[in-house]
Nanobody, 117 residues
Framework: QVQLVESGGGLVQPGGSLRLSCAAS????????MGWYRQAPGRQRELVAR?????????ADSVKGRFTISRVNAENTVTVVLQMSSLKAEDTAVYYC?????????WGQGTQVTVSS
């Protein structure tokens, strides 16, 4: 069983930065592609950024050039970091960590990011 625990959310002013971290643990977790999703009130959950086991990344168009995803693998643990900069009000959402293979998907509990002056 894979478990995901997010941290690092909070309140930040427009133009500011935040760093989200996801601690993933469980047997075989290093074989999972990892990602960050977000869900704003009244909207569907959407992909923010993803990083494969090989380190390939892709980003939502709305965050390209502002957000960076990275991962560090260790035995039965993976740490995934989403570095967010030049934050905008529209980045306000609950951010969820995701671990996924063809057969399985696991989610964290979410962390709130609020961008407001």
């Amino acid at each position: 069983q894979v478990q995901l625990v997010e941290s690092g959310g909070g309140l930040v002013q427009p133009g500011g930065s935040l760093r989200l971290s996801c601690a993933a643990s469980g047997t075989g977790v290093s074989f999972y592609d990892m990602g960050w999703y977000r869900q704003a009130p009244g909207r569907q959950r959407e992909l923010v950024a993803r990083i494969t086991t090989a380190g390939r990344t892709n980003y939502a168009d709305s965050v390209k050039g502002r957000f960076t995803i990275s991962r560090v693998n260790a035995e039965n643990t993976v740490t995934v970091v989403l570095q967010m900069s030049s934050l905008k009000a529209e980045d306000t959402a609950v951010y969820y960590c995701n671990a996924q293979t063809i057969s399985y998907a696991h989610w964290g509990q979410g962390t709130q990011v609020t961008v407001s002056s």
